[in-house]
């Protein structure tokens, strides 16, 4: 369910009036407002995307979300203008799931999901008994068990759908691990009470974390990478193109490509690549 909010308008800025509706975002057609997860892709829009947007006359507006469920909540109701936090398959689902109808532009560069320790510095030295949180939204979850399943720490069932598995579907686990799925925004806080633990790229980056320091790096599939999208009725609108154009364009890959900036060392999706 949605969190309720409304606009105000105050010396022609929009500033957020906690606890009630929010007005249309688009009521202005030369604002584009963004609503983002906590971690790097609010820095992407707004150091990547929105100095090109502003370029073309735009102004940008970014506003973070605690959570995987707001954003595209906000985004149906008209509270936004577009989204940037989510891979393919966790959107593909929530919008068949709440009915909504949004639409994906295209994927942009993605850090992956890691497996963190501060106790143990290498998948070998897990041992039964060991904690290990993961992400608790189904599509996250699926994520994360299939990642353990590359790892070889576990094997999913083979009559399961792998991108619904939950962890009573997991037939072996050699290890005895025991896993323990939370709210993906917790997953770094619990890394000095357990042995390990599953967390997203966005998470991992907005707690401090060195990707780097991952026992393990899971490789993106491309339905694994977010995406931004908009409501289907904008689409085809004016700054909807504008995003697409922006994100295509030299600027955006050379703020991508920087290597002073975290997303050096995202993965890119097909078409950039292909691009470049």
């Given at each position: 369910?949605?969190?309720?909010?409304?606009?105000?308008?105050?010396?022609?800025?929009?500033?957020?009036?906690?606890?009630?509706?929010?007005?249309?975002?688009?009521?202005?057609?030369?604002?584009?407002?963004?609503?983002?997860?906590?971690?790097?892709?609010?820095?992407?829009?707004?150091?990547?995307?929105?100095?090109?947007?502003?370029?073309?006359?735009?102004?940008v507006i970014v506003r973070e979300f605690s959570?995987?469920?707001?954003?595209?909540?906000?985004?149906?109701?008209?509270?936004?203008?577009?989204?940037?936090?989510?891979?393919?398959?966790?959107?593909?689902?929530?919008?068949?799931?709440?009915g909504l109808k949004l639409t994906k532009l295209?994927?942009?560069?993605?850090?992956?999901?890691?497996?963190?320790?501060?106790?143990?510095?290498?998948?070998?030295?897990?041992?039964?008994?060991?904690?290990?949180?993961?992400?608790?939204?189904?599509?996250?979850?699926?994520?994360?068990?299939?990642?353990?399943?590359?790892?070889?720490?576990?094997?999913?069932?083979?009559?399961?759908?792998?991108?619904?598995?939950?962890?009573?579907?997991?037939?072996?686990?050699?290890?005895?691990?025991?896993?323990?799925?939370?709210?993906?925004?917790?997953?770094?806080?619990?890394?000095?009470?357990?042995?390990?633990?599953?967390?997203?790229?966005?998470?991992?980056?907005?707690?401090?974390?060195?990707?780097?320091?991952?026992?393990?790096?899971?490789?993106?599939?491309?339905?694994?990478?977010?995406?931004?999208?908009?409501?289907?009725?904008?689409?085809?609108?004016?700054?909807?193109k504008d995003i697409v154009s922006v994100v295509?364009?030299?600027?955006?890959?050379?703020?991508?490509?920087?290597?002073?900036?975290?997303?050096?060392?995202?993965?890119?999706?097909?078409?950039?690549?292909?691009?470049?």
């Amino acid at each position: 369910m949605g969190i309720r909010h409304s606009w105000r308008v105050a010396s022609g800025v929009l500033l957020l009036a906690c606890g009630l509706q929010f007005a249309q975002a688009n009521s202005d057609p030369q604002t584009v407002t963004f609503g983002v997860a906590p971690g790097p892709y609010g820095d992407m829009v707004k150091q990547a995307i929105a100095p090109s947007l502003k370029e073309k006359g735009y102004k940008v507006i970014v506003r973070e979300f605690s959570d995987y469920v707001q954003p595209n909540m906000a985004l149906a109701n008209g509270s936004i203008d577009a989204n940037l936090f989510q891979h393919s398959l966790y959107f593909d689902k929530f919008t068949a799931d709440k009915g909504l109808k949004l639409t994906k532009l295209l994927a942009v560069p993605t850090a992956g999901m890691g497996l963190y320790s501060h106790k143990i510095k290498s998948l070998d030295a897990l041992k039964k008994g060991d904690i290990v949180t993961l992400s608790n939204d189904p599509t996250n979850l699926a994520r994360g068990l299939r990642f353990l399943q590359a790892l070889k720490l576990i094997t999913i069932k083979p009559n399961i759908d792998p991108t619904k598995a939950s962890e009573r579907d997991i037939a072996s686990n050699p290890k005895g691990l025991v896993f323990k799925p939370l709210e993906a925004a917790q997953l770094p806080r619990t890394l000095d009470g357990v042995t390990a633990s599953l967390v997203n790229g966005n998470f991992a980056i907005a707690a401090g974390m060195d990707l780097s320091t991952a026992l393990a790096q899971e490789q993106l599939d491309e339905n694994l990478k977010n995406i931004i999208a908009v409501r289907s009725e904008d689409a085809d609108k004016p700054f909807a193109k504008d995003i697409v154009s922006v994100v295509k364009s030299p600027a955006y890959a050379a703020a991508i490509n920087d290597p002073q900036n975290v997303f050096i060392s995202f993965q890119k999706p097909e078409w950039m690549a292909a691009a470049q």
